[in-house]
Each structure stands twice: as C-alpha cells, then as structure tokens.
C-alpha cells in the first residue's frame, strides 16, 4: 500500500530516488520517491498500519529494547545516556518544570529521566513489550495509542524520533495541537536527509530506515509540514551526536491557529 497523495501538497506523482533494502526485517526492496509538485521524500510502498508492527523486528530493534547485547548496542547505550541529558537541557530551556506527554516513549528511560527531576509524565508506546518495560520503569500507566490520552494541557510534548514511523503526521500533528497547553511547545527529532552523514552514505543511509520510516524530512520540507499545521517553528537544533536534528515548536496564538 503506498500513499495516494503527498501530505505536504496532495500530489499525486512520485519519482524514485533511491532504492532501499530493509535490512533489519524483510530483506525487501522499497522506494524512496519524490513528489513531483513540492519534493517531499516518501516511502513506497508503505505496510498498512496494521501490517508495519510486523517490521519490527521486536527483541532486536533498538530502541525498544533495555539489554545491551552487541557492542553497537552497547555504544548506543552509551550515547544515550548523554542524549538523555542532553533532551532534558533542551526541553528546561524552554519550558517551565510542568506536564509532559512523550509519544513513542519506547522503554520510558526519557519518561522516567523527567520524573526523576520533578515533570508529571505521561507516555504513549504501541510495542507491548516496551510499553511494559516503560510502565515499570516509570510506575506510571502507559498508553497504547496517542487517541488514548485526553483531557490533559501538557507543557511540553516530544516525539523524538517518532513522527516518521506515523502514517498520518497531518492528522497527528493536529491531535498533539488539542493536548498542548497555551504556549506549550512540542519538540520534534527527526533524521535529516539533507544532513552531512545522509549525503555520505545515499540509499545505504541508516536514516531512512525502510519501511519503518514512512518519511524523510528536511529542515524545509518539515517547516512546510508544520506551517500547514498552524505550528511556529521556534528553533532548529542540531542533534550532533547522531546527526539528527530537533525542531522546537510552540503552538502559535488562537487566531493563527489553523481550523
Ligand atoms: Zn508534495
């Protein structure tokens, strides 16, 4: 199943760019395309969102699991560690100590980093496996699926590493405007295809990460994405230690709000 229309401009056309092996589950072949209108990067074919749990390969993909077992893993720990601190400076400079939502929490060490210095958290985790690991960490409930959590004005809401593996990033960029607090902001990490690494390596870019991702942003084409969403981009931060990058964004006042 591939997307029918380009979320960015809902063109229909798409040219390949790349073709990608999912190394880490099917050994299968996808296509990065292009949108023929606005250049947006997509995954085709893209699993139907009751098919894509089947690409993850459970036990074995990373961020899921809390058992260091290989030594990539294991200096993937290491650098997690800095990072965890290193997302908490980012999300204090710019927000008060309140309510935080992580979506995609994985094994909640971000979550439980935050309660430790004194956030009210709340995660959401579709894997049963890390949610379960997350729930105990935390001792906090875990939700299944973002349409769970309501009722909440949270001061901060992060997805760090997630938004690409949504099939409906429109639609979920809309449900996260409901949960924000005025003022509140959402911190947004994804890979950068236009980034230093991703020119170095072309299809065999671990950022595109087929089919798992079913989109690859650019600083622009995500400033598209959220400006069609009624989002102000505060700011762009470099994550230097993967060469990912962060976007700040704030929920911009009632009246510039999007309907
Ligand atoms: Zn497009």
Sequence with gaps: MSPQACPLCQGQEFNVVHECVDYTASNSVFHISSCGVCGFLVTRPQPAQDEIMSFYPDAD????SSTAVTLTDYLFK???????????TIISAHSQKGTLLDVGCGT???LFACKKSGWQITGVEPSMKAQKLAAQKTASHIHTKLEEVSGHEFNVITLWHVLEHLHDPNGTIQKLKTLLAQ???LVIALPNYESFDANKYNAYWAGFDVPRHLWH??????????????LNVVTTIPMKLDSYYVSLLSEKTNVEKTP
């Design 217 to 230: 942003f650019s600083s622009s084409n995500f400033n598209k994405l959220a400006k069609n969403n009624g």
């Design 61 to 64: 993909y990373i961020s899921h």
């Design 108 to 110: 909640g060490d971000f």
């Design 78 to 88: 290491i650098a997690r560690a800095f990072t965890l601190r290193w997302k908490q």
């Design 183 to 185: 003022n509140g902001i």
